[in-house]
Each structure stands twice: as structure tokens, then as C-alpha cells.
């Protein structure tokens, strides 16, 4: 463990920082493997009760999903009580997840600590998870950097230090090292990690005194960066401390709501280029292959909808033939299935325009009397399914309708995203 850390009060009075009881971190885990048969995924009825068999068959299907396009960033958001903030207020963590959010990015918050110093944040609605610490410094958190990162593995960190170390008198020379020893403790971990390190914003507790001066740290920064900086690796300099006025912190080190929100939005924007683009929640792909009906079978979602999590989600059928057996089929790809490519046209074996568009992965009987159908499942309350694609597409099954006796619907794919 390092020296025990001080942190700034509440009107800049050095304290002990209480014992550390916030290092008991526990990776969230999947649920179990479960063993499928076509009676657990061919009743309709069983996929509109919450919490039965098909809760656990989407898990499977949408962590598959996941595993394969590797969508979810994790970001380490590395800091001392300018970014842990403290009760009452909501951190600038709080905005910038609202952001990532709103823009609809897949990132997951980690760290070993959670929500701010003292209390509850004023918004709880977040990932609260980060490595931020009241009143340490530079050292302090490369101390326990290695442990930290080989646990929660993050994609990106963003890094907001040095505030702490000026309090001390510390050399910028010796702070600009310290900066720099973070980045080889991550890329120790990640040797493709993306590191973001901010020039810090001002601080100013009359009387002014030099220590105080952030200007040579944050001047220093962009030459330590760029010599970091690496194809393989980007380190790139994000600048907190243009236009964040001293009239933001509330007491002289710390920034309140407004100056939070500034920090937040500067953040997000050096974000956005090393994210994952913004997913679209549902869209056709395709066409389907006429059948008796006297329009082309069509999948749709209840509009408006999303697949959030912890919550129902339904997919409709539009003009199937009527009193043919209806099927649902769900899979992680539009581009591959069983080793070979789709689509898969069926015109060959008789079924003129029908293509498969999505790999068959789960496959469910629909009840099917007008020619119209729908299923709904309860999308499971998992972090880690956010960020995965499923595709479905509809295929029934009818003698006469074709010689293979199948026609098959356009396609969707839909995106699972975090709770609205």
C-alpha cells in the first residue's frame, strides 16, 4: 500500500483519508451454461413469462452476440476528488455517462471504487464505477495501477492527476514522470489501451500562492503525450483547463455543477473518435420471397421500442400465409453461419427468391391463425449483454407454396441496449 493518502476538506484543510474498504471488486459473472432441446425454445408461451426458459436462451444467444463483436468499451476513469466529486453532488462522471448514453455507445464504467466520496452522488442513475480517490496523487494510484487494470482490463482510461501533487510541492518535472509511468503500467496490461490524459483545471484558494499554479504541469503534458504516443497505443492530451474559469469550482479546487458538466462534455468529445459509432436499435435488411399471402411477409418491431435491458421486448410478423407453421429464427450474424456465408439464396433447391439473411442459431414455433404473429421475451438485466446485435428473420412452412414448400420474411437486426 502507498503512505497513507491525504485528501483536501471542504475548505482546503489536509486530511487523513479513512481506511480503504473499497478494494472488495467481484467481476460480474454470466449466468450458467444451460442445455438446450427443441422443447425448451418451440413453445411460444413460455417466452412471455418473465424468468423462464427463454430468459436463459436469450442470455446465451445475446452473450454470444456479445463475445463476437467485442461492442462494449470498458473506461477507466482514473482521478482524486476533482472526478470522485462528493455527496450532493453528481460528479462529472454522471454527465458524460449521460452522454455516452444518449449517444448510444457501449461502454462499461470500472474500477474498484463506486460513487462519490461521503454519501450517495445526486444522480444515482449511473455507472458508478471508477479509480478515483479523494486527495491522492500521481503516486499514489500507480501504486496499485497493475493490480486494478489486470482485473477490470479497460479499453480506454481517462486520466485527470496532478492537482493533489502540486498541493505537495512536487516537482512538475517528477509529475510528468509519474503521468508517464501510468501509461507503461497500462499498456503492461493492454498493449492496445487508448490513454487520455487531461490537462488539469485550475484551482485558486486566496491567498494565491505558487504551488498553486497549474500552468507549468499542463504545459509540460502535450510533450510527455506525444512521445507516448504510438499507432498501436494512442496517448492523447485533452485540455480541461481552456475556458474553465476559477468562477466554476466552489471552493477553489473543486468544480461544481456547471464546471462539472463542462468537464463532462470535454471529455466526451475526445471520446467519441476511439468509441464504438453509435448503434442503430432496429432495421430491415432484405427481402422476402412472396408467398400465399397478398404481400410479402414482413418482420417489425412495436414502434418506438427498444431492447433494453430488464425489460420486454416484442418482434411482430406481417402477412404469413395463413395456417402455414410459422417460425421465429434468431442468430448473432447476417454475414456467416456453420463456417459458410450469408446469405444463403434457396432458389436452387426450390424455393425461388427465398434467402436465409440470418444464421438459424435459435429456432421457435409461432402460433399462426391470421396470418399475423408476435413473440415476447424478457431482455435480461446483464451490463454485459449491452452493445449485442441479434438478427431474426420468419420463415413458414406451407405444401404449395414453393416446391421446397418454405418462404421466408425480410430480416432485422436489433440492438440491446442499457435501461431507458
Not at 479513512?18 to 411460444?44: F, I, K, Q
Request: hydrophobic share 40%; charged share 15%; with cysteine.
Amino acid at each position: 500500500m502507498p503512505p497513507a493518502p491525504w485528501r483536501v476538506g471542504p475548505i482546503g484543510r489536509a486530511q487523513p483519508w479513512p481506511p480503504e474498504t473499497h478494494l472488495g471488486y467481484t467481476p460480474r459473472s454470466l449466468a450458467p451454461p444451460l442445455t438446450l432441446s427443441p422443447d425448451t425454445v418451440s413453445t411460444p408461451h413460455c417466452m412471455k413469462r418473465p424468468g423462464s426458459i427463454w430468459v436463459h436462451v436469450f442470455t446465451i444467444l445475446a452473450t454470444a452476440a456479445v463475445l463476437s463483436a467485442q461492442t462494449t468499451v470498458k473506461i477507466c476513469i482514473l482521478g482524486d476528488s476533482i472526478t470522485e466529486s462528493r455527496t450532493g453532488y453528481a460528479s462529472y462522471r454522471y454527465y458524460l455517462d449521460q452522454h455516452l448514453t444518449t449517444g448510444g455507445y457501449a461502454f462499461d464504467f470500472v474500477g474498484h471504487n463506486y460513487g462519490v466520496f461521503g454519501g450517495s452522488p445526486l444522480f444515482p442513475g449511473f455507472d458508478q464505477d471508477h479509480e478515483s480517490y479523494s486527495g491522492w496523487r500521481i503516486e499514489h494510484i500507480a501504486f496499485q495501477l497493475e493490480e486494478w487494470a489486470q482485473e477490470t482490463q479497460p479499453d480506454i482510461a481517462l486520466i485527470h492527476l496532478g492537482t493533489n501533487d502540486l498541493i505537495a510541492n512536487q516537482s512538475v518535472s517528477s509529475s510528468i514522470d509519474e503521468l508517464a509511468t501510468l501509461v507503461d503500467i497500462l499498456r503492461g496490461v493492454n498493449p492496445d489501451i487508448t490513454v487520455l490524459i487531461a490537462q488539469i483545471i485550475p484551482m485558486y484558494v486566496p491567498p494565491a500562492q505558487p504551488w498553486r499554479d497549474v500552468t507549468a504541469l499542463n504545459a509540460a503534458i502535450p510533450a510527455m503525450v506525444t512521445g507516448k504516443d504510438t499507432v498501436q497505443s494512442r496517448v492523447v492530451t485533452v485540455d480541461q483547463n481552456t475556458g474553465f474559469s476559477t468562477s466554476l469550482l466552489f471552493d477553489g479546487l473543486h468544480p461544481n455543477d456547471t464546471g462539472e458538466q463542462l468537464m463532462a462534455q470535454v471529455w466526451f468529445d475526445a471520446l467519441v473518435p476511439f468509441m464504438t459509432p453509435a448503434v442503430i436499435e432496429f432495421s430491415n435488411y432484405g427481402t422476402s420471397c412472396q408467398g400465399t399471402a397478398p404481400e410479402p411477409m414482413h418482420v417489425e418491431q412495436i414502434r418506438g421500442q427498444a431492447a433494453s435491458l430488464d425489460h420486454p421486448y416484442t418482434v411482430k410478423v406481417y402477412h404469413a400465409p395463413i395456417g402455414a407453421a410459422l417460425f421465429g429464427l434468431l442468430g448473432t450474424s447476417d454475414t456467416s453461419f456453420g463456417g459458410g456465408p450469408l446469405p444463403i439464396d434457396l432458389t436452387l433447391i426450390g424455393a425461388t427468391g427465398c434467402s436465409l439473411l440470418t444464421g438459424p442459431e435459435i429456432t421457435f414455433a409461432l402460433s399462426n391463425q391470421t396470418g399475423f404473429a408476435s413473440w415476447t421475451f424478457l431482455v435480461p438485466d446483464d451490463p454485459l449483454l449491452v452493445g449485442a446485435v441479434i438478427y431474426e428473420q420468419a420463415a413458414a412452412l406451407q405444401v404449395g407454396l414453393n416446391p421446397l414448400g418454405l418462404t421466408l420474411s425480410d430480416a432485422a437486426k436489433f440492438t440491446i441496449v442499457d435501461k431507458h
